[in-house]
Each structure stands twice: as C-alpha cells, then as structure tokens.
C-alpha cells in the first residue's frame, strides 16, 4: 500500500453497499478475475467491460457498508480497481481491504474535491493525495501503528505466518 | 476505568488497556464461517501454515447459505468447507441438523454471555444478545482467529439505545430496530457498539432481542449488545456448551451518544427499497400489488416470529397473486413449529415452507425475485438487487406486517386483518 497510484476517478455516492460491489449470487468462486467480470453490475451494468485497469474510485460516506464478503474487495481488485478514496469505509470492509491487498484511503475533503475523470495521484508515503486535473492536494493521516505493522508484514497473512512461527519457537 | 459493556468485554480478553479507540490483541471464545466465506478461510488458514485450530470445540463451520446445494459450484464449494472441517476436526453440522448459523450457535450454548465471538458474517452481532461482544469479519481474518484463537478489534465507543413507553402487543423487535434505523440511519453507529436497554425492552422475549441486535450491523454497528439480565442468564444457562462468565457495564460509563426510542406511539414499520434506513408505517404504504412475501432468515426465522405469522395466516388465504414462502431459521424452530401446528397452518394458507437455510434473503436460491417484481421480507438488507434482479424490489418488515400483506396482496398493517384485543394475545407470558 506504499507504492504511488495515479489514475483516472470513477464517482460514486454514499453507502455503496457490498451487493452492488459484488452481488451474492456470483459468490461460489473467491477468484479475483471472475468476481472482476461483474463488479458494481448493481449500480452500473457497463462497469466491469469499460472501467480501465488501474483507474481510481471515489465515493462518499460508508463505502462497502453490508455483507462481510472479502468477495467485494477481491472484485475490485479483479476489476483493476488501483485504488479506492471514500469520505469514511464501513468497517468490515476496510479490514477486507487490508486483508486482500485493495488500497484505500479515508479523506472527506478529497472525496469531496475530486470530480468525474479527474487524473489523481495518491501518494500513501507521504499521505497525500493530488488532483493532477486542478492542482488540489489534500491530507490523510497515517494508518495506527498495528495497521502499519500489518501492511509492512506484507497483510495479515504473513503477520499470522509470523505468530505462529513465534509460538512454535517458544514452546 | 468505567466501561461501556463492550469495552468491558474487551478488556478481559486483552493484556492491554482497552482504552476507547486503541487497537488491541484480543482472545477470541468462538469463531465460525459459512459455505461461503468458510472455503477462503480455509485456504488462508493454510497459506498462513497454520496445521490445526487453536480449540476444535471452539471453531465451526456451518453450512447454511447456498445449501441444501443450490447448483454445482454451491455444491463444490460446500464439499470443500465440509472437508476442512471433518479434516479439522472442528464442529460441523449437516443439512438437515444445522440452521442458520446466528440462530443455530446461540440455540446450541455456542455463543455466551460475556464472550468475544467472530464470525465470517456481517451478522455475527445477532449474538450481542448474550451480551457477547459478537462480530462480523472476512474469510483472512476468521482464519487468522482460527490459527491464533485471537485477532484484533479498536475499542468501539457506544451509543445506548433507550426504549421507552410502553409497547403494543402487535409491535415487535423489527420495528424496534427499524425505529432504530430510520432515526440513526445507516452510518448512525459507524465503528461504534451498540448497547440496548430501557423499560420498554425488560419484558422483551429473546426471539425479538435477536431481531434487534441482528440488524445492528445495518446502522454501521460492531455489535449490538443487551446486557444480561435473568431472560438472558435463563436462556444462556439452560444451553451453555461451556462455563461461561457475564459482565456488565459500569453505572454512569461514558457513552459517544445517547438515542431514545419512544414506543408509545410506535406503529407496525417497514423500510422501503432500497435502503434499511428508509422506515415508514406500514399503514401509510402505498397499494400498489406485491409478488412475494419472505418470512424467515437470521432476522425474522424465530419461533415468536412463525408464531405472530401463524396467528395471522389461521384459516386465511394468502392472495392469489402472491407467493409466500416460510423459511424457519433452524431445525429446533422447525420442530417446534410443526408441534405448534404453525406450518399446518401456512400450508393450508397456501405458503411454500422450505427447509432451513439463508435462502432467497441474499438473493440465494428458494425465491429469486424477477425484474419489476416486489418482495416484502423479514429479512434484513433490502439493497438494489439483493434478492434478485437490480429491478426488483425488497421491503422489509417484521412478520406480523409480512403475514398481513401476504393476505392483502399489498403492504398492510396487521390489524387491518386482526383487531387489537385479537392481536393481544401476542402479550408476552412470563414463561418466555
């Protein structure tokens, strides 16, 4: 989640629900590509064929709010979703995200700012995001230490991988 | 420190403070995944090497969503959840002997009083009930709590939810939690906990408290949590699996918000398409023809429910242009409906009555929705699409309200079939 993302940003608004991100009826396969193929068919049928590899979501309060599948981040990720900026994420799907690899960044102010096919670049480093289309710059706050700890592990489950091997060696 | 219920429950099972918003290391009694987010757990499970579960009697997987197997790659991804599990060793249940999960495991002594439980389902706060801190997560996560026997949680702030006045015999937790949820919104209690008390809820069955903190999820909640009282200390004992310890809040804890609910005036409510939030009397609906009518799922699937339904469908007919389908939420509540005479009675209403299982609520198998076609469920999630078709439409609504539209052909209030002394006899009796 270090590594800078530019693209262009698809609009949403409140409340994306996890149905929309990925409806259940797709959920007998955990496949990024094949979930990919109908992500966001809820709210915009044309999605999976005309969203480009890469480009950037942003949307308002409460994205992914609903089921616990970690199908709807996976989805994203099949899609080629480079990232996702929303004012707030419901919390299930913001471990998700964590989990599965899907970056994402909380900032009201540039969920606000960014416009439909605004080129933005999000610096997670620095954390700061930049609209390339106006020159805007907005902040985000660095993730809480254990977060930070778990994505320089490389997710949860290498984290995992590693307490279990710290148990292993001290029993 | 004075604690909140939830923030209670997280300090006796972490090392560290357990202040309001610090993530913590945290113990984990009970962690359980479905045919659906069970297989992906598995398969994180072994990337994380892990080789066996931190306590076979305290991991399970059910399957009840897509089963009994709606087609073959149901069907296949079952059998692998179900191979893991006999692999493991950890509990497993099968069709025909399980239910859905959020009503089997607290039937089965599973999930208790003053536990930390997690569960690869967005409703896992159901078991807030127990005055568990119980909730939902995904497929890494579960697995990681299965290799680890812990995970973390941010220490949620609380809001308290008062009931107040006093509460009709024809209104239910549905419309409690729906009140809830069109005064809170869908976001009202992002990251936070929820916690459930006041006059009006003390004589409120557990069938009903269920349904409340079932939909906790549904205004951004972690959880949803009563605290226990003897109801819920009866309950919990007569069931336990294990020994088990209640906690409690302190007086006076400091909570993010206070909301009151005020039942006095309260009416039979429904939220419309497509958002959980979006609550209105079912009396001031519009007439407009409805196609199908779900009572059941996680939600409305209870014994209390299946019985308010019974008491409206007896000796009626439901509407010739409607489909009703009843599903009852596991095979204790199936039983004990059939003792009850209660699917006698659907049958003769001229419902379809299905096994137990998740079903047509996410849009499943058991009643998919056709585009242009309207469904008024018990359920709990009514977004764009979730039972079927984008175009289709889902209205939720406790199961007196679904009972009475599936008659009516149209949403209806119940005691535009019943009268209100009729309808009292849903007073509550003391041996509930």
């Not at chain 2, 019985?307 to 939420?329: F, M, S, T, Y």
């Amino acid at each position: 989640m270090n590594k800078t993302i530019t693209g262009q940003a698809w609009i949403f608004g409140d409340d994306v629900d996890t149905d929309v991100i990925i409806p259940a009826r797709y959920l007998v396969t955990d496949d990024p590509k094949e979930l990919g193929a109908h992500c966001m068919e809820g709210i915009d049928p044309g999605f999976p064929k005309t969203f480009p590899k890469g480009d950037i979501l942003v949307a308002g309060e409460n994205f992914g709010c609903g089921s616990s599948r970690e199908h709807a981040p996976l989805a994203l990720l099949g899609a080629g979703c480079g990232c996702v900026i929303a004012a707030s994420f419901a919390r299930i799907f913001y471990r998700n995200a964590f989990n599965v690899g899907l970056p994402i960044f909380e900032c009201p102010e540039a969920a606000k700012g960014i416009r439909k096919g605004d080129d933005v670049e999000v610096r997670p480093a620095e954390g700061r995001i930049l609209n390339l289309a106006t020159g805007e710059a907005w902040t985000f706050p660095p993730f809480a230490d254990f977060l930070q700890d778990l994505l320089d592990s490389g997710g949860l489950v290498p984290w995992v991988s590693r307490e279990l091997e710290k148990r292993r060696a001290s029993s | 420190m004075s604690r909140t219920l939830a923030s209670a429950i997280i300090a006796s099972h972490t090392d560290q403070k357990a202040a309001t918003g610090e993530i913590c290391r945290v113990r984990v009694d009970f962690a359980f995944a479905n045919d659906i987010t069970g297989p992906p757990a598995a398969r994180a499970f072994r990337k994380m090497g892990a080789e066996t579960v931190f306590d076979k009697t305290r991991c399970a997987l059910l399957p009840d969503h897509f089963t009994p197997n709606k087609d073959i790659a149901a069907a296949t991804q079952t059998k692998e959840g179900r191979e893991f599990a006999l692999e493991q060793g950890m509990l497993y249940w099968e069709q025909g002997r399980v239910g859905i999960e959020h009503t089997f495991l607290p039937e089965q002594g599973l999930i208790l009083p003053g536990e930390v439980v997690v569960g690869a389902d967005s409703h896992t706060c159901t078991g807030g009930t127990l005055g568990a801190f119980a909730t939902g997560m995904g497929s890494t996560d579960l697995a990681g709590a299965w290799a680890l026997g812990e995970t973390w949680l941010r220490v949620p702030e609380t809001v308290r939810v008062v009931f107040t006045g006093r509460r009709r015999a024809w209104i239910g937790g549905k419309d409690l939690v729906l009140a809830l949820l069109g005064k809170i919104g869908v976001q009202g209690a992002r990251y936070k906990a929820l916690q459930f008390e006041g006059p009006a809820v003390e004589d409120l069955p557990m069938d009903d408290r269920f349904t409340i903190s079932n939909m906790a999820v549904e205004t951004g909640a972690k959880t949803g949590l009563f605290v226990p009282d003897e109801r819920i200390l009866s309950y919990a004992r007569k069931r336990a699996a294990r020994d088990f310890s209640p906690l409690y809040p302190d007086e006076g804890a400091s909570c993010a918000e206070t909301v009151e609910i005020d039942l006095e005036e309260l009416r039979p409510l429904v939220a419309l398409p497509h958002s959980p939030a979006k609550v209105k009397p079912a009396a001031k609906c519009d007439d407009e023809p409805i196609h199908q009518v779900f009572i059941g799922s996680c939600t409305n699937g209870r014994l209390r429910d299946l019985e308010q339904a019974a008491l409206l469908l007896k000796g009626g007919q439901v509407h010739p242009e409607v489909r009703l389908v009843v599903i009852p939420a596991s095979c204790e509540v199936y039983k004990a409906a059939l003792e009850n005479g209660y699917i006698k009675t659907f049958i003769e209403a001229g419902a379809s009555v299905c096994t137990p299982t998740c079903g047509p609520c996410l849009g499943g198998h058991m009643g998919i929705l056709a585009p242009g076609e309207r469904c008024v469920s018990t359920s709990n999630r009514n977004f764009v699409g979730r039972m079927g078709h984008p175009e289709s439409e889902v209205i939720l609504a406790g199961p007196l309200v679904a009972a009475a539209s599936a008659l009516k052909g149209r949403i209806a209030d119940p005691r535009e079939v019943l009268s209100e002394t009729d309808l009292s006899s849903l007073e509550v009796k003391d041996d509930e």
